[in-house]
């Protein structure tokens, strides 16, 4: 069958056109000129263009378009090819060629395409959406693509799913990638409207692809996409479509559609061969989809296709697949194409059975069977390594299913507490949103409860007896208890129903929702062996609820139709080993904190309701509500992907929460907590987000995120900076005399810093700045004056230096009161500090530093002197015997030191001898190492609010500097002026109750 008989150029194109085509349509001089045209436009636009939405594909080009044109012929019997028209072969060439052109699109074809009120409207009869909601739509599944989908589509390094960039933008991979999922979903749509209306191109612009200019060309069009489009659905829609377009479903004006579309999806199923996906490719090219790489490895398995064996209406496959996941994509390939045989005969038999008076009965397929080695599995084992069977992990019984309880969440009941309230918000939220939909559904009776949610616990503190969660929320029918509630992993809010309510045109999701992982009900077995449950959807007649009890290891459960309210109650009675334990994790008064167990949730809306051993417990303090603004605890932005990120330096509120859940409670000192920083500049923030489409990455737990860094932390670090540049710009003196230049913003890093790393706050002759290393080096200073000890922040020498320094230098302190008199002696580090001053040794980070002059009080080498000195230090003392004493300050210079103006400011300083301070003279060399991301956007962030790396002492200056900030932290000026930092109260000592945490 595949014996690949001479092909011959068609004259007007470079795609090859085998013979028996060109012999049937060279006499008929339009049908002849209608091919040409189609084939060279398609040719030429394979040609110039690659498939820059399909990188890793094997091939789709003009081979792959030769095989399947000759393919075609060769699946027909000798007696089917004598009945094909001439119409017949010229509308065979050109399907062919249109059935993969879709994938050959452009980026600025798909722009066109994807255009509001776009040329390409679909073919009435199969077609209702247009191309932009077909993408909304697509876009809002993709935006559900769990981690395994997205890693087998688009590789390793996959991300979220995130609007394209708007035209003229630069595209990522992924965003090629993500558009060609789309293409490959619908481009045999998109052959069918490239026949009719041509192919999308630049700017809106129509590439014409086949002749329309006459009613005869129109059809030959109309059919060619038709069978084009048919390769890739059902093809008895398009039988009807050619019944009521032209009543005809057999030959309408000579064309076997029927026929030509089954030789076409036959051919295109067996393009499976090793020369699509040649070894030597894969052998230089890592592929970033899973998906395409196990394609290719199909591919280059397959060694032959025949049907020269014993059995004239089979075809042999022989492959080796190398490993056990191309086995099985083999197999359910010969499985395809034998599904494909037979409904293709049954088809052929509807539509020319009938027909022997005219021998259409004749148009027949020279196979009817797919055979393969791969067929004899215990004779195909003893060839490869591997066990070719599919082999995964699956529940033998409910034993294993109660197993995974305890590892998943541990043994703490506050877990289920915290699931089921999670569980029943959300189902409020999802009834409010329903309500907009239907509001009919504002009469219906609810569930008679204090709140939207109410938690009960019954009992005692010396044992609780029972645990009740009832909402007022949307409910459940018997589907989504049996595919969902009961089914652990399996989420409702990720099935196409939930979309369908409560998600927008672009995919987002309408409402807060929280739960994502499908376990919620698992929890609830940590509270007792058996849940009872009593629900109504919300769209459901009354007498439609639905109640059952159940256990984990239950063979089947029974549930019952009930008159119920719309909500739903879940009671968990407590069996007797778990008294004692529910009871102790109960709170110690009526008021709840962040962290107990029956918290969890702090939002005002949906409320929640507590009441625990009869008595009402309230809320000991709030999150801040998504409807919120700033405040004096709380800071917020917005992006793209998370509806509102609040954050705050309080140490009364969680580490996380999301929606209104905690997620995190801690000290801002735990130790694993500082280890990380936000900067150089910032301790991590408190963080409130609101998350609406589920894509903050925590754990399954819910205890914690599954990566260290923030999916957000580009804006957080922006708004920190923001935040600072307020606090700057509205509490900073007037001069360097006051502490508020030791760090009084309360994000700054606490504890000891490294001694690498700049001061909080660097002064230069006019202003200060942030002490961020690429903030500084915008300054391009050439000079810094280093004090090390003395008061602190900058106080009684600072000004009078500033005076006697130059535009390019700055001024920086370290280790205030480190050479006070009263830690001589008793602070290791005093003589350490000594001699680091002495020989030049601090090097902040990001500059390179050459040490030019020390300037020492004689009265602190003194003072260095009475603590026993070791030899390294004694020889640092014979320094200062030997050096120029100015008004008791020992000028140490180094050669080519010129800085001596400076230098005689300095000495003019008093000398403090109970606190004295040290000075080094430096010369700023140039860069020394790349810094942080992070501090590289704090520094950018900085100079486009500010436009300048300092903020002047002068008031007018400094207003003016505001004003201009003001284009872009309006708000966050306004809540420093209503909420200054020196208004905050002092919060270094937490309560030392654990409840108020």
């Not at 002064?763 to 000890?789: H, M, Q, W, Y």
Request: proline content about 5%; some cysteine.
């Amino acid at each position: 069958m595949f014996r690949n008989p001479p092909l011959m150029k068609h004259p007007l194109s470079l795609m090859k056109i085998p013979q028996f085509i060109t012999g049937r349509i060279q006499a008929e001089h339009k049908l002849s000129s209608f091919v040409s045209s189609a084939i060279d436009r398609i040719n030429s636009h394979i040609s110039a263009n690659r498939m820059v939405f399909f990188p890793e594909y094997t091939d789709h080009g003009i081979t792959h378009l030769e095989l399947v044109l000759q393919t075609a012929l060769d699946l027909a019997t000798e007696e089917a090819q004598a009945l094909l028209t001439t119409s017949d072969a010229a509308v065979l060439a050109v399907a062919v060629g249109l059935h993969d052109f879709g994938m050959h699109l452009t980026r600025e074809g798909f722009e066109s395409l994807i255009t509001p009120g776009c040329l390409w409207r679909g073919v009435p009869y199969f077609d209702q959406k247009p191309w932009d909601i077909l993408w909304q739509e697509f876009y809002a599944d993709a935006t559900r693509f769990d981690g395994r989908k997205l890693r087998s589509l688009f590789g390793e390094g996959y991300r979220p799913v995130r609007p394209l960039p708007m035209p003229g933008e630069q595209w990522e991979d992924f965003d090629y990638l993500l558009v060609g999922e789309f293409l490959r979903k619908f481009h045999p749509r998109l052959a069918h409207e490239i026949a009719l209306y041509g192919l999308p191109g630049k700017a809106g612009l129509s590439i014409s692809i086949c002749q329309t200019g006459s009613a005869e060309q129109e059809f030959l069009a109309d059919v060619s996409g038709l069978i084009a489009r048919s390769h890739g659905m059902d093809l008895r829609p398009c039988l009807a479509y050619l019944e009521q377009s032209y009543n005809n479903k057999i030959a309408p004006r000579g064309v076997h559609a029927a026929f030509l579309a089954v030789l076409l999806r036959i051919a295109d199923y067996f393009q499976i061969q090793a020369s699509r996906a040649p070894t030597a490719r894969t052998e230089v090219n890592s592929f970033q989809s899973q998906l395409s790489a196990r394609e290719w490895k199909v591919h280059q398995s397959i060694s032959d296709i025949h049907n020269t064996g014993n059995d004239p209406e089979a075809i042999f496959v022989i492959a080796q697949p190398g490993d056990v996941d191309s086995f099985l994509k083999l197999k359910g390939w010969l499985a395809g194409v034998q599904s494909e045989l037979d409904q293709s005969w049954a088809i052929l038999g509807e539509v020319y059975g009938l027909q022997k008076h005219v021998r259409l009965d004749e148009l027949g397929l020279k196979i009817r069977r797919v055979k393969s080695n791969l067929d004899d599995i215990e004779q195909f084992s003893k060839t490869v390594s591997y066990v070719p069977a599919k082999i995964s992990f699956e529940a033998a019984n409910a034993d294993l299913l109660k197993l995974l309880v305890e590892p998943l969440y541990g043994d703490d009941p506050a877990i289920a507490i915290r699931e089921l309230i999670q569980n029943a918000v959300d189902a409020v939220r999802e009834f409010d949103s329903l309500l907009t939909q239907h509001p009919q559904l504002q009469s219906v009776s609810r569930y008679p409860i204090d709140g939207d949610v109410l938690l009960e616990v019954e009992g005692s503190k010396e044992g609780v007896t029972a645990v009740r969660f009832t909402d007022r929320g949307v409910g459940m029918t018997a589907q989504i208890i049996q595919e969902y509630f009961l089914r652990a992993g399996a989420s409702f809010r990720r099935s196409a129903a939930w979309r369908h309510d409560h998600e927008d045109s672009t995919g987002h999701s309408k409402i807060l929702r929280t739960g994502r992982f499908g376990i919620g009900a698992l929890a609830a077995f940590l509270l007792g062996d058996e849940i009872e449950l009593t629900t109504r959807h919300a769209l459901s007649a009354p007498d439609d609820g639905i109640s059952f009890r159940a256990k984990l290891d239950d063979e089947s459960i029974s549930l019952s139709r009930v008159l119920a309210p719309v909500g739903t109650c879940i009671t968990i009675r407590t069996p007797p080993r778990l008294k004692g334990r529910i009871a102790k994790v109960a709170p110690t008064n009526d008021k709840l904190g962040f962290g107990n167990a029956f918290g969890h949730y702090f939002l005002r809306k949906p409320s929640v309701s507590r009441t625990i051993f009869g008595e009402a417990a309230e809320v000991n303090s709030w999150l801040p509500q998504p409807e919120d603004g700033m405040s004096a605890d709380w800071r917020y932005f917005a992006n793209k992907d998370f509806q509102k990120v609040f954050w705050t330096f309080r140490r009364s509120y969680p580490e996380l929460s999301s929606n209104g859940i905690v997620i995190k409670t801690g000290s801002a000192y735990d130790y694993q907590r500082s280890a990380t920083s936000l900067t150089s500049n910032f301790q991590i923030p408190y963080l409130a987000v609101f998350d609406r489409d589920g894509l903050l990455p925590v754990n399954l737990q819910r205890t914690a995120l599954r990566t260290r860094q923030l999916p957000f932390e580009e804006d957080l670090i922006r708004s920190v900076t923001d935040d600072l540049i307020a606090h700057a710009l509205i509490e900073a003196p007037e001069r360097c005399t006051s502490d508020w230049l030791s760090g009084k913003y309360e994000g700054f890093k606490k504890g000891v810093r490294s001694w690498r790393a700049w001061p909080t706050w660097v002064l230069t002759k006019d202003g200060f700045l942030l002490g961020n290393a690429p903030l500084i080096e915008a300054l391009s200073p050439r000079i810094l004056l280093l004090a090390v000890g003395g008061a602190a922040a900058y106080q009684g020498w600072a000004d009078e230096v500033r005076a006697h320094t130059t535009k390019d230098g700055l001024i920086a302190a370290i280790e205030a009161g480190v050479f006070h008199q009263d830690r001589m002696g008793v602070s290791t580090g005093v003589k350490g500090t000594f001699t680091q001053v002495m020989n030049g040794f601090f090097f902040f980070d990001g500059f390179q530093l050459r040490h030019s002059a020390t300037l020492i009080p004689t009265v602190l080498a003194e003072r260095i002197g009475q603590l026993r000195p070791g030899k390294a230090l004694r020889r640092d003392l014979a320094k200062i015997g030997k050096a120029t004493i100015i008004d008791g300050w020992a000028s140490i210079q180094r050669p080519g030191f010129s800085l001596t103006q400076l230098r005689d400011a300095i000495c003019q300083l008093p000398i403090n001898s109970e606190d004295p301070v040290a000075f080094c003279l430096f010369e700023l060399s140039g860069t020394q190492e790349q810094r942080s991301a992070q501090d590289n956007s704090c520094a950018t962030r900085w100079l486009e609010v500010l436009q300048s790396p300092v903020v002047p002492f002068d008031t007018g200056e400094r207003a003016k500097l505001e004003q201009r900030a003001s284009d872009q932290i309006a708000e966050v000026l306004s809540n420093r002026r209503q909420n200054p930092q020196t208004r905050i109260k002092n919060e270094e000592s937490s309560s030392s109750d654990p409840e108020s945490i």
